[in-house]
């Protein structure tokens, strides 16, 4: 064992695959071990460059290697695909060789491990938005069930909601139906309730956080994209510049350039949908401010985005707003400065 220098590890619940390799890229052995016994052994390894495919419970393993001397490495799981060996024999066994071949890359780029603090943030995030898809769901299916009565809801959510309430005292409704309205308001109920708590967590996150504090001073940035961008970012630093901050969060246009020619495809959509979501969702209301803002009070950034609104339309002006207040969300995180909307005019001068 003294021999190896890179092993790659094929994640899973109860079953791990190891490869081994030593400084020469030769694969020294290939291991599948339960859990216990996965522990075992990597407590008796030398230190060693511990190589992870990026997964839910890779930034735990992070963590262990390295408070056990090792250097512990993410790969995002595209960049480790091109060095499976076959494309029809995928098994744990030839994954963990790929993922410790892709290490030995000079120019391979990693994931940053999280903090446990930062997973403890993400947590009430998650949560959220599972209560979100459960009352999405619940509000579905009770509409189809409306549906089969003849009554036909709004398709708005909140309507829908407001409207619960009068159908459950509807004596024209059968009463078995109007159960199931009263025990889906108790249901709503509930998890509105959850989805409070979450929201408080979040704002604690926010306050006893000076980076988050500082994104929620620009405009279409609140407290949940302030929360969930310090918590997934480890270190604005590791990305080179705003625009590789972007295209980490799926907000360029794909390239297929060839032959000196450049060809922008659609937007990627890579990276962490959520995030990406929340950062589309606040270009929303910074375009409503800029539309409802008279063009002689009308900002910089309000300017430039009715341009691009008048050039290429609503959808496409929400990705570039989104674009753009992620470039701008690099620049405070990685130089540490806060909101600035007149930074252009002494960086000019």
Known sequence: MTNITTIGIDLAKEVFAVCAMDVTGAVVYHKILKRDAFVCWAEQLPPSNVVMEACGSSHHWGRWFSAHGHTA???????VQPFRKSTAAKNDKNDAEAIAIASRQATMRYVSVKSIAQQEALVWHRLREGYKEERTAHLNRIRGLLGEFGIWPPRSADKLIRLLPTYSINMQIPE???????????????LHTQMAKCDQQIVLHVKSHPAAQRLTEMTGIGTLTASATSAMVVDAKHYKNGRQFAAWLGLVPRQMSSGGKSRLGRTTRRGDTYLRSLLVQGAKSTLQAALRQAPDKASRLQQWIMQIYMRVGYHKTLVAIANKHARMMWAILAKDESYDAFAWQRSGA
């Open 176 to 190: 078995g139906l109007r159960l199931a309205i009263e025990q889906t308001l108790q249901y709503l109920s509930a």
């Open 73 to 79: 490495k993410l790969i995002a799981a595209e960049f």
